[in-house]
């Protein structure tokens, strides 16, 4: 059975930093993390290719947020910095056993089979 368990998240103010962590069960080819704000739609926020590592980062976290992978552990992380009060959602992890954009990982959550249930993420100004 597919699992992906998300924590780390809380309440920080603006400046401050947070570690998302995911542990996944079973092989994924693509894993990231998307958040959704109340009354905004779904964004991808950073995916990475599980076997060769390349990222690709929404504009709005570049320079501030690093997802990383421990294979060991079975752990994808975002690493957040410099958090912001727009950063404020709830932040969930997905996964794919396939690299479903012409053979690549992406940003659209449609091509995410797998999702968790999402940690909530709160930045004061």
């Known amino acids: 059975q597919v699992q992906l368990v998300e924590s780390g998240g809380g309440s920080v103010q603006a400046g401050g930093s947070l570690r998302l962590s995911c542990a996944a069960s079973?092989?994924?080819?693509?894993m990231g993390w998307f958040r959704q704000a109340p009354g905004k739609e779904r964004e991808g926020v950073a995916t990475?290719?599980?076997?060769?590592?390349?990222?690709l980062y929404a504009d709005s976290v570049k320079g501030r947020f690093t997802i990383s992978q421990d294979n060991a552990e079975n752990t994808l992380y975002l690493h957040m910095n410099e958090l912001k009060p727009e950063d404020t959602a709830m932040y969930y992890c997905?996964?794919?056993?396939?690299?479903?954009?012409?053979?690549?990982?992406?940003?659209?959550?449609?091509?995410?089979?797998?999702w968790g249930q999402g940690t909530q993420v709160t930045v004061s100004s």
């Open positions: 997905a996964a794919d056993r396939y690299r479903k954009w012409s053979g690549r990982c992406s940003m659209l959550s449609a091509t995410f089979g797998y």
């Open positions: 079973g092989y994924f080819a693509c």
């Open positions: 990475i290719d599980t076997g060769g590592g390349s990222t």
